[in-house]
């Protein structure tokens, strides 16, 4: 290109070596089970080369889009949601649509349309299962993925989930190999599909042991506070002493090491501690925490990718995202 000439599709159809349908197809997020990720990335890369951009708002006017979807959470102060929020973005901006994320209040009840009128602003949603109760205020019928979210529910929005019950029987497993047989489950107090298999899922794998007992199920807010004093009320209760308290998430594993300190015992020599989402905190906390690392930013990205499956009308892709335990020194070996 010379002088101030605007590149045009042909110009950047010419440059990959496709057609101009195909340039269409790439540019305007339509590509997923028609055109390769190669030929898309090549094509994406000489539009860049190029500096073409397309006229968007002509375009969206065609075709009735706004190139925008609505990534819908619990809340903003999380880490891991905001980490789902990057992962969107990235693959969003790589078909020329952006992501407003929005925090259901308080994480609980029908939100306010943010827009006042969300099926004119929005192409599609995407929610965490913890944040389903804000749909009802946004508006039916728009294109929708569920992040951890029940797959076999009747009528159900494609999901995007994540190996929550082998990530909670990998820690179960950990703690079984170090000898622990009393446990202690620290469980989220959210009714929400990715707790509910954490919990069946701890109890199956300890029902496999001979030996091993459940001693309790203590319910948190998920809250470093809240998480304290459950573990408070867990240890008050009479019988023996759990060795173990496998934790649902890594603020209630805070939560818990902090009660745990201010009565006097020792992590992990006399009681060891789990987590589950491998925050930032886990490293902050000493001893470090041993948790389950979720990979946030993956679950964002295969959210944003199945919703572009079904604006496009394909089938969204399916399937769980593995997950991976990180032993560190909040876990060791039973004491006698």
């Known amino acids: 290109m010379t002088g101030s000439t605007r590149p045009t599709s042909r110009d950047v159809a010419r440059a990959a070596g496709v057609s101009q349908a195909t340039v269409s197809l790439v540019l305007g997020g339509k590509w997923p089970g028609r055109v390769s990720e190669r030929t898309a990335a090549a094509v994406r890369e000489a539009a860049g080369e190029l ?15 706004t190139r925008t979807a609505l990534l819908v959470v619990p809340a903003l102060t999380n880490e891991y949601f905001a980490r789902i929020y990057t992962g969107a973005a990235r693959v969003a901006a790589e078909h020329g649509f952006g992501v407003v994320l929005y925090p259901s209040p308080e994480g609980v009840g029908p939100a306010r349309d943010p827009f006042g009128s969300a099926r004119a602003a929005i192409d599609g949603v995407i929610a965490s299962s913890m944040a389903a109760d ?91 506070a809240a998480a304290r004093d459950a573990v408070l009320r867990a240890l008050a209760r009479p019988g023996p002493r759990p060795t173990a308290l496998l934790c649902d998430d890594d603020i209630l594993a805070a939560g818990a090491c902090k009660a745990l300190r201010g009565l006097g015992l020792a992590v992990p020599g006399e009681l060891s501690v789990s987590g589950f989402d491998d925050l930032s905190l886990a490293t902050a906390m000493d001893p470090e925490l041993t948790t389950v690392r979720l990979p946030a930013e993956e679950v964002g990205a295969a959210g944003m990718t199945a919703l572009l499956a079904l604006l496009g009308g394909v089938p969204a892709p399916g399937g769980e995202l593995p997950v991976r335990l990180v032993p560190r020194a909040s876990t060791g070996p039973a004491p006698r």
């Not at 500096?51 to 889009?65: D, Q, S, V």
């Not at 446990?183 to 990715?194: I, M, N, R, S, Y």
């Open 51 to 65: 500096g073409y951009r397309p006229n968007l708002a002509a375009r969206n006017l065609r075709l009735g889009r």
């Open 134 to 224: 804000a749909l009802a205020g946004i508006g039916d019928g728009l294109p929708l993925v569920m992040l951890d979210s029940d797959p076999d529910a009747p009528g159900g929005a494609p999901t995007v989930n994540l190996a929550v019950a082998d990530g909670i029987r990998q820690v179960a497993r950990h703690l079984l190999a170090l000898g622990h047989r009393r446990f202690v489950h620290l469980a989220g107090e959210v009714d929400a599909w990715t707790f509910r298999v954490r919990a069946s899922a701890v109890a199956a794998e300890l029902d496999r042991v001979p030996g091993a007992v459940l001693l309790h199920t203590e319910r948190s807010a998920l809250e470093v």
